[in-house]
């Protein structure tokens, strides 16, 4: 369902929900001039987190429309954290999405091992549109709600309830956004990274993208590749599908993910008593999903929302225990307390509907989508007969590009033939950005090296302790090495993905860090 689905702690939506000092550039006459350099004044930051890790914060202002660049400008939040070791230059960070906001995670460096980030300003910030930036956009805080229709439009009454929705949402956009809508486009958030290397006093910019922040770096590249000096893409999109194609390609990956979950659960029929065959849990789950459509859970946790918790399993293994465990207890006692909490915290990903809106922003506008209904219902019902755990979610999560109102624009034809080495990273069973979106970068970047995490299932996951994909990031970033390309279509570097948990062991446990931000905080901000 795009590159945005995920559990968000409690700690770090309030982290994300605090804002920065409002140190901003002015509006200055000169910025359209030929070698303006725009500024950024910093002040000290508005949380804990950052404050701990003695960052600075503040706004940069850039224009609306490049096409106009004396014209009407937007803000960026910015927050920086300073290298302490030998200067290797500035690293953006982007988490995804999109909609995600990258403003913690500027604290992504410390987590690289060996010390091989302390040479990076590691520079965090929230997109246009997003989060602290100004304006933030939001366009209905009720629309992630309960008691939706259910996702499959089993009849008539039903597709035109979704139908009624989602044209009512995007015309809520339409006016919530108003010239917004016309430059949130990949592009323009490529423009942004290039007006913050300016802000920066940097020639060249590093980049550390997860996600759709893979897809920005991508067209970053492709439009200023000789300003990239090393650049990190976890989780890759796929520059020829985007975005309609790479929705349904999810789908059927989406599909795979859930039945190797359900062979998982079957596996641990001890702990959870769900059956003791994966073809016996698929069962239960739709006969449950089914139930609920009558009568659901708590009186909230309907078939929409039983798809949206179970989603996260196919996103990724952090989150498998406490999905199943929430679900036996459900079966077990019909207590539907744990399944409603994890769904809230799914729905916190909105951060109050903003996310979700720009995620829709920069999707709709990327290029144009189909607008015949027909079109969507021939396409879906034909993925849906062979992937229908969350074809028609997905389905209705993307339908409002039907009638968005921002001008759509033409992708860019992404080359990184004139690109420096860069490192990619994917699970070989990845959903959300399937892996034949990073062999496809790969062909596109011809110096670029890809390491596989072989035969896993979660999404954007580095930096969370696997160390051989670890151990080739803090390579790269500590003096440009990288493991020797190979020939033909396929990865480099294959190394063991992050593992399935095993409930029978002993609890892993991760205490917070310094201020309060876990490793498992920062995943958990990537916006899969």
């Known amino acids: 369902m795009g590159m945005k689905r995920l559990l968000v702690a409690a700690a770090v939506a309030g982290l994300l929900t605090a804002g920065a000092v409002v140190s901003s550039a002015q509006a200055d006459p000169a910025r359209g001039a030929p070698g303006y350099r725009p500024a950024i004044a910093w002040g000290a930051c508005d949380n804990s987190a950052l404050q701990a890790r003695h960052a600075d914060c503040g706004y940069l202002a850039v224009p609306l429309d490049y096409a106009h660049p004396s014209g009407a400008t937007i803000k960026l939040a910015v927050s920086r954290i300073r290298h302490s070791a030998a200067f290797q230059g500035v690293m953006l960070v982007n ?182 065959s994966a073809s016996a849990i698929e069962k239960l789950f739709y006969t449950t999903r089914a139930e609920l459509t009558k009568r659901p859970a708590g009186g909230v946790i309907g078939p929409d929302e039983l798809t949206d918790i179970f989603l996260q399993a196919g996103y990724y293994v952090f989150g498998w225990e406490e999905v199943a465990s929430a679900f036996a207890r459900w079966i077990a006692d019909r207590d539907p307390t744990p399944l409603k909490t994890l769904y809230d915290q799914d729905n916190a990903e909105h951060d109050g509907d903003n996310g979700y809106a720009v995620y829709l922003g920069v999707q709709c506008t990327d290029v144009r989508w189909p607008r015949p209904w027909a079109d969507w219902t021939t396409a879906n019902w034909r993925v849906h007969r062979k992937a229908p755990f969350e074809t028609w979610a997905n389905a209705w999560y993307n339908a409002p590009c039907r009638e968005w109102a921002g001008t759509p624009g033409k992708p860019v034809a992404v080359d990184g033939r004139q690109v420096p080495p860069i490192l990619l990273l994917s699970e070989t069973l990845d959903a959300a950005t399937p892996f034949r979106g990073s062999l496809s970068v790969r062909e596109r970047f011809p110096r670029s090296v890809l390491v596989e995490g072989v035969g896993g299932t979660t999404h954007a996951g580095s930096l969370f302790g696997e160390a051989c994909v670890d151990g080739a990031i803090a390579a790269y970033l500590a003096d440009g090495t990288l493991p020797k390309r190979v020939p033909g279509n396929r990865s480099d570097k294959r190394c063991p993905p992050i593992p399935q948990p095993d409930p029978a062991a002993p609890a892993a446990r991760r205490g917070a860090e310094p201020g309060g931000l876990s490793r498992a905080d920062l995943q958990q901000m990537i916006w899969r």
Not at 120 to 137: C, M, T
Not at 143 to 159: D, Q, S
Not at 245 to 274: C, G, M, P, T
Request: proline share 6%; hydrophobic share 35%.
């Open 95 to 276: 988490p995804g999405g999109p909609g995600g906001s990258g403003y913690a995670l500027s604290a992504l460096g410390e987590y690289v091992p060996d010390s091989a980030g302390a040479g990076y300003d590691w520079i965090g910030f929230d997109p246009r549109g997003v989060g602290a930036s100004e304006p933030a956009l939001t366009c209905d805080r009720t629309y992630h709600g309960y008691r939706r229709p259910p996702y499959v439009p089993a009849t008539p009454a039903i597709e035109t309830a979704w139908l009624t929705r989602t044209g009512a949402y995007a015309k809520a956009c339409a006016a919530a956004g108003g010239a917004l809508l016309d430059h949130l486009k990949t592009t323009d958030s490529a423009r942004d990274l290039d007006s913050l290397r300016r802000a920066l006093g940097a020639d060249r910019i590093n980049y550390y993208g997860f996600s759709y922040g893979t897809y920005l770096g991508q067209v970053y590249a492709t439009l200023y590749p000789e300003r990239v000096r090393r650049m990190v893409l976890d989780g890759n999109v796929d520059p020829g599908r985007v975005w309609y194609a790479s929705n349904l390609d999810q789908d059927v990956a989406f599909e795979r993910n859930i039945k190797i979950y359900f062979r998982w659960l079957a596996r641990y029929d001890a702990v959870y008593h769900l059956g003791t």
